[in-house]
T-cell receptor, first 111, second 112 residues
Framework: NAGVTQTPKFRVLKTGQSMTLLCAQD?????MYWYRQDPGMGLRLIHY???????AKGEVPDGYNVSRLKKQNFLLGLESAAPSQTSVYFC??????????FGEGSRLTVL | KQEVTQIPAALSVPEGENLVLNCSFT??????LQWFRQDPGKGLTSLLL?????REQTSGRLNASLDKSSGRSTLYIAASQPGDSATYLC???????????FGPGTRLSVLP
């Protein structure tokens, strides 16, 4: 039982490049979330999903896209990376009204 | 917009002390509340979850309580140890049952 797994853990991009972060959970959770964590800004919600095939915008969705084609996976895409997207990205998942579980994070640097 | 405050922002105590961390929400309409710890460079680890029908939860040396009328929660750590050194974050789920709002965290250092 791996819990919530994020790949990759580290990535360096140049401005304008694209990439996808993968989040996989093996707990059969309905809800999945993508957050970013920045010094002095705390954790901010980017996008979330309440079930397979559904996605919704969070607090800071601009510049990101997501997909939830399979219940266990939640993908976060950056189509044209910007230095402002340098951050640590966390994925989390949970059952309905249940405990939230986090992945170990993905550190992204955009040059 | 829901905002969360955690007091103090940082705390340094000698080993063995009992301590209290505070968390408050501008909107007291919180469905449930969860406390996490985060070690440097790591993800968030769940400590305690207080469900909508509960007022407190206990796990080992940790006790968390939630006063829904005021939108305030406290995390009590008994007999602190150097291994407790971390950042502690609280998060409240909104009454729609979908999203959490996180506090900025309290950075705790327990000195041997």
């Amino acid at each position: 039982n791996a819990g919530v797994t994020q790949t990759p853990k580290f990535r360096v991009l140049k401005t304008g490049q694209s990439m996808t972060l993968l989040c996989a959970q093996d707990m059969n959770h309905e809800y999945m979330y993508w957050y970013r964590q920045d010094p002095g800004m705390g954790l901010r919600l980017i996008h979330y999903s309440v079930g397979e095939g559904t996605t919704a915008k969070g607090e800071v969705p601009d510049g990101y896209n997501v997909s939830r084609l399979k219940k266990q996976n939640f993908l976060l895409g950056l189509e044209s990376a910007a230095p402002s997207q340098t951050s640590v990205y966390f994925c989390a998942s949970r059952f309905n009204t249940g405990e939230l579980f986090f992945g170990e994070g993905s550190r992204l640097t955009v040059l | 917009k829901q905002e969360v405050t955690q007091i103090p922002a940082a705390l340094s105590v000698p080993e063995g002390e009992n301590l209290v961390l505070n968390c408050s929400f501008t909107d007291s309409a919180i469905y449930n509340l969860q406390w996490f710890r985060q070690d440097p460079g790591k993800g968030l680890t769940s400590l305690l979850l207080i469900q909508s029908s509960q007022r407190e939860q206990t796990s080992g040396r940790l006790n968390a309580s939630l006063d829904k009328s005021s939108g305030r929660s406290t995390l009590y750590i008994a007999a602190s140890q150097p291994g407790d050194s971390a950042t502690y974050l609280c998060a409240g789920m909104d009454n729609y049952g979908q999203n959490f709002v996180f506090g900025p965290g309290t950075r705790l250092s327990v000195l041997p």
